[in-house]
């Protein structure tokens, strides 16, 4: 009743006009309902909200389509975008006959994992630090019918941009292919859109640290605290929600594809992750990097069900034109002290506390509850089973002979074969009913509707490669 009077009671101080609810749909997108504030009592908190869940993707059918929004009341901000005062709270979805979570909303699942975690003993916290990174564009064009497919993208930062008339002139600084990784302005374009995007989310109580151009031309980073996972996975939701509304203020438009651009380097959203006990860091110790038995068997769980994993963490057809070797893309399963070309990654740090493993083959189109549960389960079946990841490879993979590179696995290399990868290795998910099969299949099934239409639908170059053949 605590957090309902605060809540109440923020309301009133802030003349707020309308609650705004948020849920996470299976494919990782914000979804939202306004209640009028008149509709806002102790009573409405307590017990819920009645919506209509048959038209969200992947989740119920028509004949069983009521649902029910529980806001959870310990995260909320108020909007900075709406014209009204508005309140948003982050909601879990429940089953309304039981009032029980519902076996497909992405944040009850990475709740679940959770308690899973604290239940057979390992850790009772864990941490999660991602790093999203994203275009912004000035101008996106786009079509796609039975008879024209096409996409063009458009920055003031691009280098084919050096020689175009602009009414206000060409000044000519921007970053070459690769070269944005990270000269001063004005050949940086993006400090001030990036400052106002970390002050927005400070102020919509995201913890941020900095911000960044990145290595592409129009590609940038923002830098936020890592936290605990449902902290973080609804920090995710607000970082991206932020960068785009922000972008669109200014006139300009953002992506999280993870290669949004031909022959440049593609967004990714590296992970870092660790597990904790009675304020204790699990993942240091005195092993490789003063890494813990601990955290090599979480890493060896990592590797040994990626290729399920990168249907979670990489669930997109675009995510497999960035997993490719030659951009700095972390496609070989392996390990490595500040190696950033291994997919796993082991920081240095000075200090026990900052032990952490970093995942660097997911990117940002994944559905942040579902990729962090999912990877908390693969690490801790790593440490139920006592994994070990092998020898780790401090050498630079990219440039590994031939001979040497074919005994390192790798990632997937397309939506499909992640799918069907999922659908062979997921008893480290199911056996503990943190996902369930009834989760896993429909997932599969929607994720799977891309895959058909991406590989149903002709291809731009295809007619380069193949028209007058």
Not at 180 to 197: A, C, H, L, T
Request: with cysteine; hydrophobic share 35%.
């Amino acid at each position: 009743m605590s957090e309902i009077k605060n809540v109440l009671k923020l309301i009133k101080e802030n003349d707020i006009t309308y609650v705004d609810l948020r849920f996470t749909d299976p494919r990782g997108k914000m979804q939202h309902v306004s209640q009028h504030v008149s509709t806002i009592t102790e009573d409405s908190l307590n017990e819920g909200f009645m919506f209509d869940g048959s038209s969200i993707a992947g989740w119920k059918a028509i004949n069983e389509s009521d649902m029910l929004m529980k806001p959870d009341l310990s995260r909320t901000f108020i909007d900075p975008f709406f014209a009204q005062p508005s309140l948003a709270i982050f909601c879990d979805i429940l089953e309304p006959s039981t009032s029980t979570p519902y076996e497909r909303d992405p944040r009850s699942t990475a709740k679940t994992a959770l308690d899973y975690m604290k239940s057979i003993g390992i850790g009772d916290t864990a941490y999660f630090g991602p790093e999203p990174e994203f275009f912004v564009f000035d101008d996106v064009k786009m079509e796609v019918s039975n008879t024209v497919s096409y996409a063009e993208v458009d920055s003031i930062e691009n280098p084919g941009n050096s020689s175009r008339d602009y009414e206000t002139g060409n000044m000519g600084h921007r970053p070459g292919v690769k070269g944005g990784y990270f000269p001063v302005p004005p050949v940086d374009s993006g400090q001030d859109i990036r400052s106002e995007m970390v002050s927005v989310l400070s102020d919509m109580n995201v913890p941020m640290e900095k911000h960044h151009h990145e290595v592409a031309p129009a590609q940038h980073e923002l830098g936020m605290q890592f936290g605990t996972l449902i902290e973080t996975a609804d920090n995710v939701q607000l970082y991206k929600y932020a960068v785009q509304m922000v972008s669109h203020s200014y006139g300009k438009t953002s992506t999280f594809m993870p290669k949004p651009v031909a022959g440049d380097n593609g967004s990714g959203m590296h992970t870092h992750q660790s597990i904790w006990k009675s304020g204790k860091p699990l993942f240091a110790g005195n092993g490789y990097s003063d890494l813990s038995d601990t955290a090599l068997y979480y890493i060896g769980g990592i590797i040994k069900h990626a290729k399920a994993l990168n249907a979670f963490t990489n669930p997109s057809t675009n995510s497999y034109k960035r997993l490719v070797p030659g951009f700095e893309a972390p496609v070989l399963l392996a390990y490595s002290s500040r190696n950033r070309s291994a997919s796993c990654r082991i920081p240095f740090s000075q200090s026990p506390n900052g032990k952490r493993v970093e995942i660097r083959f997911p990117d940002a189109m994944a559905n942040p509850y579902l990729a962090f549960a999912a990877m908390l389960m693969a690490g801790l079946d790593g440490i139920q089973n006592k994994i070990h990841p092998g020898d780790p490879m401090d050498k630079d993979l990219y440039d590994l002979p031939i001979e040497e590179l074919s005994n390192v696995p790798t990632v997937c290399g397309s939506l499909r074969e992640a799918l069907e990868s999922l659908q062979t290795d997921n008893d480290f998910l199911t056996s503990s009913s943190v996902f369930t099969n009834d989760q896993i299949n429909a997932y599969i099934d929607l994720k799977m509707d891309e895959v058909i239409n991406f590989e149903h639908s002709p291809h731009p170059i295809e007619y380069q490669m193949y028209f007058s053949s």
